[in-house]
């Protein structure tokens, strides 16, 4: 047995939507950039890198957030020239005048004389020579020229040291 169908009347859907939208931005924007101050930089000073030069570099740099300040010297070593020279005296033949440019160092001075063979003097060696300084010993060699050597040298160093530190204090004020 089938039952008869039964239409029914469908109703349409109706949507509706109604939007009202307002929109403020305000809004404050800091930008704050922090970067390191420019760098001083000591200058390279290589002078030993040929190794017939006797010379030390020195070398140094200040910097503050408004000036770098930077400088370099270079310092002659006297006994490395003493040295060089002796070996380019003795290297040329000239035996006598090698040893002679070393017995100026008053080390090497009392070592030859304590081996017997004294440090040449006016052209004369060996006991002549002996004689002639054990006369004259005004003319030998003094500790204190060595010293002196050394101290112009740590003059030097210490017055380029003075020189940044003045810069320093002055860049820190």
Partial sequence: MMLPLVAQA????????????????????????????????????????NSDLCTVGVAGAVQTQILGISMGSTVRDMNCEKLKNAKVLYDMGMKVAAVSVMCQDD?????????????????????????????????????????????????EVAGASGILGVFAVLLLL
Avoid: H
Avoid at 16 to 37: F, I, L
Avoid at 109 to 117: D, H, I, P, Q, S
Avoid at 131 to 154: F, G, H, R, V, Y
């Fill in 107 to 155: 080390r090497v001075f009392k070592a030859m004389l304590n081996a017997g063979t004294p440090c040449p003097y006016d052209g004369l060696i060996g006991d002549a020579a002996k004689l002639a300084w054990e006369t004259d010993k005004a003319s030998q060699p003094q500790a204190n020229q060595l010293l002196d050597m050394e101290e112009k040298n740590a003059r």
């Fill in 10 to 49: 469908q109703e349409p859907i109706v949507t509706e939507s109604t939007t009202t939208s307002t929109v403020t931005t305000k809004g404050d924007m800091t930008t704050r950039v922090e970067s390191p101050p420019p760098t001083a930089i000591a200058p390279q000073i290589i002078a030993n890198s």
